[in-house]
């Protein structure tokens, strides 16, 4: 399938605005069913500034627009509202709570002669629904990692608390939404690997499993290493979310001093025991402080059916990361932290060195890397595996990528052509940029490759395309 794409960079001066967030709130139409009570349907509402009969109005309007889709498909309800200004996504994570978030559309001020007033014009086509979609959803898996359900808070303590654990969550974690850095990588939410030899493998898997016998009140493990996953004991959509508030929220919180040329092999032993770098980064931040509080956030994974509560244990040296998950129930004690430390710390040293050494040593066998004609995003829907050479950085504030916006937005539209369909598909773009885009879904995985090649043809993408799944992917089976 070949389509031309239309979109080209305009030269004029102008002011851009990205997307942003205008309003999120929270409702359940259950709890105001008569006139006179609409304020009690609302749970959450931000901005907190916004007087009260806009907020009903909005919230009715919300309740209107739902009821009147299911006409149509009582199944599926609205997912979103597009208008010239603004685009509005609503969600049922659990039933009869709805979450909406509104974004303002992306806009271009131009400026106009004779001392006018600038003339705003609207890019509606800019926004793609699965990307902002993907992030309301991921609003609600977040706050589900640290509160659990909103019918357990309901249950637990009817709207009084549910609606404070609403405010003490949603307040800070609306601040951390950049929408602007939003793109396909939020659609998949994926999880990306370290790439690893089997003997390294090997060792980190042995060392999961002695801590966890050492210490017999670790329920489940994590494994991770400059922010890729290496190994873990929970189920893949807990991790999932997990991952994602590691790597974006907590992670960058502690950014790492450089330690002997970073990561350099470390030897040293003192009295007798190996010296370490490992420290907390969830609890206590210095075990020698009588006063350090043993605290460590909660969290909650396995919600669908047993519900665990459990204690995150978050244990970094140099750039090696392990998540220890301990039963909530349990009282954390100083002693149970310093023989975690003692334990822990000197193993993980070593074995963050041992990664980065052969890590650096299959690097140099593979020999310099060459700027690459291509640029791709790979994802697998069975394992969650993710892969980008297009973003060179990517958390919750900036996305950083090395192709233009544009290009980014191709990549959303054939992603959104895909999830229309359950077969595998290909489907071939070329940009006014001159720039080749080829989206390829096979077998539970995509592919998306951008190709820098300006006089290429037809029949030479198609070609370049292979050649990359057979250097790139030689081990994963792509139908043709």
Excluded at 348 to 366: G, K, M, V, W
């Amino acid at each position: 399938m070949l389509m031309i794409s239309p979109r080209m960079a305009s030269g004029m001066q102008e002011k851009q605005y990205a997307p942003s967030l205008l309003s999120f709130f929270i409702y359940n139409p259950k709890f105001g069913p008569r006139e006179g009570e609409e304020e009690k349907k609302i749970l959450f509402y931000h901005p907190i500034e916004i007087e009260k009969n806009e907020k009903i109005r909005n919230v009715g309007l919300c309740e209107a627009i739902v009821q009147f889709t299911r006409t149509f498909c009582p199944t599926k309800p609205a997912r979103s509202l597009h208008t010239q200004k603004n685009r509005q996504f609503f969600h049922e994570p659990e039933e009869n709570y709805w979450m909406v978030m509104v974004v303002r559309n992306p806009m271009v001020e131009k400026p106009n002669k004779d001392g006018k007033p600038p003339t705003a014009e609207y890019q509606e086509e800019e926004i793609i629904d699965s990307v902002y979609g993907s992030v309301l959803k991921q609003c609600y898996s977040m706050y589900k990692l640290f509160n659990g359900t909103f019918i357990r808070a309901f249950e637990a303590g009817g709207v009084e608390l549910l609606t404070q654990k609403l405010e003490k969550f949603f307040y800070r974690y609306l601040q951390t939404l950049h929408l602007q850095s939003c793109d396909l990588l939020d659609v998949f939410g994926g999880i990306s690997f370290f790439p690893l030899d089997k003997m390294t493998y090997l060792k980190i898997q042995s060392f999961v499993n002695r801590v966890e016998e050492s210490l017999s009140l670790v329920k489940y493990t994590a494994f991770l290493y400059n922010d890729q996953l290496i190994w873990s004991g929970l189920e893949q959509d807990d991790m999932r979310i997990l991952y994602k508030y590691l790597t974006t929220s907590l992670f960058p919180r502690h950014t790492e001093p450089e330690l002997a040329g970073r990561d350099s092999p470390l030897r040293p032993e003192v009295a007798g025991n190996l010296l370490h770098y490992g420290r907390f980064l969830t609890g206590p931040a210095n075990l020698k402080d009588p006063d350090a509080k043993f605290r460590f956030p909660k969290i909650f994974v396995n919600t669908e059916d047993s519900y665990e509560e459990l204690h995150l244990i978050v244990y970094k040296a140099m750039s090696a990361a392990v998540c220890f998950m301990v039963n909530a129930a349990v009282d954390m004690s100083r002693e149970f932290c310093e023989q975690l430390d003692s334990l822990v710390g000197p193993q993980l040293t070593l074995l963050a060195s041992d990664i980065c050494e052969q890590y650096n040593i299959n690097r140099r066998i593979s020999g310099p890397e060459k700027e690459p004609q291509f640029k791709f995003i790979y994802f697998n829907h069975m394992n969650l595996a993710e892969k980008s050479t297009i973003h060179m950085r990517k958390t919750a504030s900036v996305s950083l990528t090395s192709v233009h916006p544009d290009l980014m937005k191709i990549l959303g539209d054939i992603n959104c052509d895909f999830a229309r369909v359950d077969e595998d598909e290909e489907i071939i773009v070329k940009a006014m940029t001159d720039y080749w885009v080829v989206g390829k879904k096979s077998d539970q995985r995509e592919l998306y490759v951008i190709l820098n090649q300006k006089n290429a043809n037809l029949i030479e993408v198609n070609e370049e395309v292979k050649r990359l799944c057979a250097t790139q992917f030689n081990n994963i089976f792509f139908l043709d």
